[in-house]
C-alpha cells in the first residue's frame, strides 16, 4: 500500500474504536467500513513486467474507453484512454524507459472521467517521455470524485518501463499517445493492468546501443519493484 493509505485510512479506523468504545455500534461500523475501503483503494500489487525494449505498457489500472488517432504537435500518433473506476488499482506507472522530458500541470474542470471532453478539459498532468524510440505522451486526468493528481516524478528523471511515477486519487483517467508507428495492441473494451499489460509495441531503430543490447539476450518477463512506494 502506498504510504498516503495511512494518511487517509488511520483517523477513520480511530475513530471506528472511539465509537466502538462508546457504544456507538452503528457508527463504528461505517468507520470501519470506511477505512477498509481507504486501505483496498491505496493497494500497490507487485507486478510482472515486459523486459521487451519495444513494449509499450499501460500506465494503469482499468478499461481502455477509447482509441482513436490523434496528432500531438504536429505529429501523426494514436491516444489509448484508460478509465479507472474506484475499484481499480490507481497506481500510475511509467508505460516505457525513457527520461521525462516535460512535466505540464494543466488546471481544469472535474467532469466525469468516462466523458470524452475530460481528456482535454479536466485538471490533468501531461508528462512527456523521452524513449529509445521516441517521445510519447501520457496524462494522468481527474475526474468528477478524483480531484487530486499526485506525480512522484519531475522533469528529468529517469524512469523504468513499469516504475512507479504517481496516482489519482478515487477514480480517474489515464491517456497515453504513441505515434502512428507503434502497433496497438488493444481495443476498445478490454481491461489492463498497470505495468504488466502490453498496450503497444514500438520498436527500437536498428543500429542504436539499445537496438544492439535487446538482441545480444532474449527478453523476458520479471517481476519488478522499480520505484516501489511504502
Not at 477514480?171 to 476498445?188: H, K, N, Q, Y
Request: charged residues 20%; hydrophobic residues 45%; glycine residues 8%.
Amino acid at each position: 500500500m502506498v504510504k498516503e493509505g495511512y494518511y487517509f485510512g488511520l483517523p477513520p479506523l480511530v475513530l471506528s474504536g472511539v465509537a466502538f468504545l462508546t457504544h456507538w455500534i452503528v457508527a463504528a461500523i461505517l468507520l470501519l467500513c470506511l477505512a477498509a475501503f481507504v486501505f483496498y483503494f491505496f493497494r500497490d500489487p507487485e507486478r510482472v513486467i515486459s523486459n521487451d525494449p519495444g513494449a509499450v505498457v499501460s500506465p494503469a489500472d482499468g478499461r481502455v474507453v477509447v482509441v482513436t488517432d490523434e496528432e500531438n504537435a504536429g505529429a501523426a500518433g494514436r491516444r489509448i484512454s484508460i478509465f479507472l473506476a474506484i475499484w481499480n488499482v490507481h497506481v500510475n506507472r511509467s508505460p516505457a524507459t525513457g527520461t521525462i522530458r516535460k512535466m505540464d500541470y494543466r488546471p481544469g474542470k472535474f467532469l466525469a472521467a468516462m466523458m470524452a471532453r475530460a481528456s482535454t478539459e479536466n485538471e490533468q498532468n501531461v508528462i512527456s517521455l523521452s524513449t529509445a524510440s521516441g517521445e510519447m505522451v501520457f496524462k494522468q486526468i481527474a475526474g468528477l470524485i478524483a480531484r487530486r493528481v499526485v506525480c512522484w516524478k519531475k522533469a528529468g528523471d529517469i524512469v523504468q518501463r513499469g516504475e512507479r511515477i504517481g496516482l489519482v486519487r478515487f477514480g480517474s483517467r489515464v491517456d497515453l499517445w504513441v505515434p502512428r508507428e507503434a502497433e496497438i495492441l488493444v481495443a476498445l473494451g478490454d481491461n489492463v493492468k498497470g505495468g504488466s499489460s502490453v498496450l503497444a509495441r514500438w520498436p527500437i531503430p536498428a543500429g542504436s546501443n539499445v537496438a544492439r543490447k535487446a538482441d545480444a539476450s532474449a527478453p523476458i518477463e520479471n517481476l519488478t519493484t522499480a520505484g516501489k512506494r511504502t
